[in-house]
């Protein structure tokens, strides 16, 4: 397709009545006859934006006339209330985009596309559109990747901080938990199911009604989750009722993506603060007044035993007991630690209680990682049963194992160099001393390091004090692998669990070796004591789980990277035995 498909038309003007006249004027007179009438006569996008202080704010529009529409944008122009309004107090300008093979489908696709992008720009404040409407299949639609590259490319021209690579707003958190991503067959039918079942509770005023989505690793449970809590919101909207929803998660990195998701979108001002960690969302609601639905990502780290803030003893029934409607996104293989433990028991009750009410989804195609099935089953069977098979060669993803952390690192390194993988990091089992309160005492070093045979690197979090103050504002807001420092730090589960990378570069530790042909988990070898530590179940016996939560950590790590995955084993017996299967 590549070089067939015919260069967008994009004209950017001041944006107000008099330079669009001048525009207008300009198509009708000078012009030639192709660009007239494509801009005056086709369906074409259009992007109105302006400035707030150093960031930028937008709207992204489609229309079948775009100078009645815009003209229709600034008589409400007048309206306080409205987006509008800022056109008239701001310096704006307008991009207008046209192509010849564009339709109705194919720009209501180009501006899906447009608002998904703009609302990852780390310098885009707000985006001032409701929901996105992402088209199936339709003519032209094989040409939809290819005209949207070269309309970015030339907006990209003229704009560079409004419009930055394709490859850096791919990368950023925020990109990969949108709302705006096009969902697959198999999310919309858990959407529509999920939103079907809200309906029906809030109409017969049901509460405590539970709704189990499971899925595993990159199944694409996030993305679900986000984009079913923002349709609920557009819908009631539409129809002027009010809604109350919740987007709850307990890990601190993932909350502040989702915040800053729900800044952009504009839920925020709208309805105040709707993104909260359990423990807060518990203690400030009650179960005499429920809110209507609240969603659960990562539902794996809520807590089954009291801790610091919370007091309870389930964090998944207080919820539950809070609101009309709860949607859970689980998986058992990211639980890491025995806080998070999940007896059994307990836990198949839950799905039990799913399942009988027609309320259990199960989420099973891989979506994160660009593998084929002989390397998922080769990662399957390494983090799941213990088995080292021969590791399959693949032209879409890349196994690789190395000698030594040296030579894994400057591999990973040269990765993030190149734009496309920038996203690549190392990341390692919990096999080394950390501690984000304490400084290292009787170390030479000043950080916190991950040390092998004289090779050694900062833990996560480290380099970050060194900083100066602009260089840590520019980070603020910034997952762990998105900053640009931790390319010389080793990240751990606690940083990366939850985000993608490029490319991961995974070090097993001294927990994970092989003996008599299997791979075995050495709790002994782990600093991780939050996996380590007792846990005291409900018929009041001690256990420890050491072993199948350090497994799942070693899970967590080998599924991270998007396009491939490189390894260095502490381990002398598992190094030689992962350099064997590689031949």
Wanted: aromatic share 8%; net charge positive; charged share 30%.
């Amino acid at each position: 397709m590549s070089g067939k498909v015919a260069t967008p038309i994009i004209r950017e003007i001041k944006d107000n009545r008099d330079e669009l006249k001048t525009l207008e004027d300009e198509l009708l007179s000078t012009a030639d006859a192709k660009t007239q009438d494509i801009i005056m006569n086709y369906p074409t996008v259009y992007i109105h934006n302006w400035k707030n202080t150093d960031d930028f704010e937008v709207y992204v529009g489609e229309s079948n006339n775009v100078f009645r529409r815009t003209r229709e944008h600034y008589d409400e122009s007048t309206n306080k209330t409205a987006w509008q309004y800022k056109l008239l107090e701001k310096d704006a300008s307008l991009f207008i985009i046209g192509h010849e093979h564009f339709n109705k489908s194919l720009t209501l696709d180009i501006e899906n596309r447009l608002m998904h992008y703009m609302m990852s720009i780390d310098r885009v404040k707000e985006v001032h559109n409701d929901r996105g409407n992402p088209q199936s299949k339709y003519y032209t639609s094989d040409e939809f990747e290819e005209i949207f590259r070269k309309v970015w490319r030339g907006l990209r021209k003229r704009n560079k901080d409004l419009f930055p690579t394709e490859s850096a707003i791919k990368d950023s958190a925020i990109y990969k938990a949108s709302p705006l991503h096009k969902l697959t067959p198999e999310q919309e039918r858990a959407r529509d199911q999920i939103i079907a079942k809200v309906a029906s509770a809030i109409n017969k005023g049901k509460t405590k009604q539970l709704i189990f989505i499971e899925g595993e690793a990159g199944t694409g449970k996030t993305v679900l989750n986000s984009s079913t809590f923002y349709e609920l919101y557009c819908r009631a909207e539409e129809h002027k009722v009010k809604i109350n929803c919740h987007l709850l998660v307990n890990h601190d990195e993932q909350i502040t993506v989702y915040e800053q998701i729900a800044d952009k979108l504009g839920l925020t001002k709208e309805y105040g603060k709707i993104v909260s960690k359990p423990t807060t969302f518990i203690n400030n609601h009650s179960e005499s007044d429920p809110v209507d639905v609240a969603f659960i990502d990562e539902a794996h780290l809520l807590l089954t035993q009291g801790k610091q803030s919370y007091r309870g003893s389930n964090q998944l029934k207080d919820i539950i007991d809070r609101a009309r409607v709860t949607v859970v996104m689980f998986d058992e293989n990211q639980i890491l630690t025995t806080e998070q433990y999940w007896e059994a028991k307990a836990l198949e009750q839950y799905r039990k209680k799913a399942k009988k009410n027609n309320n259990y989804i199960l989420l099973d195609k891989q979506l994160r990682m660009h593998a084929d099935s002989a390397t998922i089953d080769w990662i399957d069977s390494f983090t799941k049963k213990g088995e080292l098979k021969k590791i399959p060669k693949s032209s879409k993803y890349s196994v690789k194992v190395f000698d030594s952390p040296k030579q894994l690192d400057l591999e990973i390194r040269k990765k993030a160099k190149d734009k496309d993988s920038a996203l690549s990091r190392v990341i390692a089992t919990y096999d080394w001393e950390y501690s984000s309160i304490h400084k290292p005492e009787k170390r030479l070093k000043k950080y916190w390091e991950v040390l092998i045979d004289g090779w050694h690197k900062p833990w996560n979090r480290e380099l970050e004090s060194d900083l100066s103050k602009k260089d840590k504002k520019a980070i603020k807001g910034l997952s762990w692998a998105e900053q640009p420092q931790t390319i010389g730090e080793v990240g751990s589960t606690f940083t990366i669990q939850g985000f993608d990378l490029n490319y991961a570069g995974v070090i097993l530790g001294p927990s994970v070796k092989y003996r008599n042909g299997k791979i075995i988990i050495d709790p002994s070898c782990s600093k991780n004591r939050k996996a380590k530590q007792n846990r005291t179940l409900s018929n009041g016996k001690s256990k420890k789980f050491g072993e199948t939560l350090i497994q799942h950590e070693v899970r967590v790590l080998m599924t991270r990277g998007v396009d491939g995955l490189y390894i260095y084993a502490c381990d002398k017996e598992l190094r030689e035995a992962l350099i064997d299967a590689s031949k």
